[in-house]
């Protein structure tokens, strides 16, 4: 069973930057497909981001291409989330999420483990 601990999220003005982190723990962290998806209260949970076991397949939202960027260090056992150019509406709970795969996916119902989420708030 995988352990998903989320980190790095705070309080932001519009421009700048943060980044997450999501630390894994339990079954080899490699064999492990990873995505970040982000909550506002009272809205669907919204894919950001996938990227595939080795890191050689990566996947955006449009609301987020070219701003964001996943990445992951299988040594580590840590799945990262850079966010450039943060916007208002970038504010959320983010989470990551994990399933033992070789393939990735935007849907979160294919993910089997979650995070307990990190609030990222940006100001205008």
């Known amino acids: 069973q995988v352990q998903l601990v989320e980190s790095g999220g705070g309080l932001v003005q519009a421009g700048g930057s943060l980044r997450l982190s999501c630390a894994a723990s339990?079954?080899?962290?490699?064999?492990?497909?990873m995505g970040w998806f982000r909550q506002t209260p009272g809205d669907e949970r919204e894919f950001v981001a996938a990227?595939?076991?080795?890191?050689?397949?990566?996947y955006y939202a449009e609301s987020v291409k070219g701003r964001f960027t996943i990445s992951r260090d299988n040594a580590k056992n840590t799945v990262y989330l850079q966010m450039n150019s943060l916007k208002p509406e970038d504010t959320a709970v983010y989470y990551c999420a994990a399933r033992e795969h070789t393939g990735w996916s935007a849907g979160g119902d294919w993910y089997d483990y979650w995070g307990q989420g990190t609030q990222v708030t940006v100001s205008s």
């Open positions: 990227i595939n076991w080795s890191g050689s397949i990566t």
């Open positions: 339990g079954p080899p962290f490699s064999t492990y497909a």
